[in-house]
């Protein structure tokens, strides 16, 4: 992660993410496509729904964290090539663990996501590569936990 | 789920989602928005990266699973009101666990979802409501597990 190697990861290490804005355009836009519930969809319906109002599909919350997270990724690679280094590059998630949607994501909302080290090992099915862990966190605009996820991924090592 | 109250529901009950067709267009669509990572996006950059060649992101495959679950309830909600009886209401999710991209999901694959009731239990805080847990799983058209999660989703009672 931010074009860091396997060796130069440590937990505890924290990465601010930046943050998504939920427009009401980009939630009926995602809810229509992959999560086309009433309370994700119409004013209406939602006011009779579980939150009373019209909320984001958590999927879509969860693939706001990527966003940021590809965004922040790049920005760290840009200026480690403008000071002469080539990054580390992303490697693959074989998943993740804990995912939690705390409080709905409504309109207007920004979140805010942040990602903590929380840990690395190496894999013995790969020489080059180890895992990192990380948890993962997003903020609304008053600073409340909303939601969270326990991620894994794929880092590679410094070659030798 | 399906519309079923929780005193419906056993551990055991298995639900066929349907599946979704991964085209290149929708791969790009979805990777664009929210996973610009070159190997979501460039057929170059991927013969090069983690999996030799385009693949959707980790969070398309999830948000295709849950299209497919809300098409499978909608279904099921049509078919319990054409018999006269009003379908219980899809509940939010407080989250879940161990999220497996276990193969990449590539151009062309189609990836048939289906979710296994696990056990469900009472909620202390929320008399009216209790919580089903379920494996989600995504096969590939070779019938090979890519994608699964240990889902959790609120669920009423029957109203007394």
Known sequence: MMGLYLEEIEAG???DLGSYHFTREAILAFARKYDPQPFHLDDEAAA???????????????SAWMKCY?????AAWDKMRAA??????LGPSPGFNNLRWL???C???????????????????RPHWGLVFALNEGYDQNG???????????TPKRPQ
Do not use: C, M
């Open 13 to 15: 290490f924290t990465a």
């Open 48 to 62: 009779a729904g579980p939150f009373g109002r019209l909320s984001a599909s958590g999927w879509h919350t969860a």
């Open 107 to 125: 309109p207007g909302d920004t979140i805010h996501y942040r990602s903590t080290v929380t840990g690395k090992r190496e894999l013995n099915s």
């Open 70 to 74: 590809v965004a922040t990724n790049q």
């Open 144 to 154: 409340v936990l909303t939601f969270s996820f326990e991620g894994k991924a794929l």
């Open 103 to 105: 409080k709905p994501v």
């Open 84 to 89: 002469g280094r080539e990054p580390a590059p």
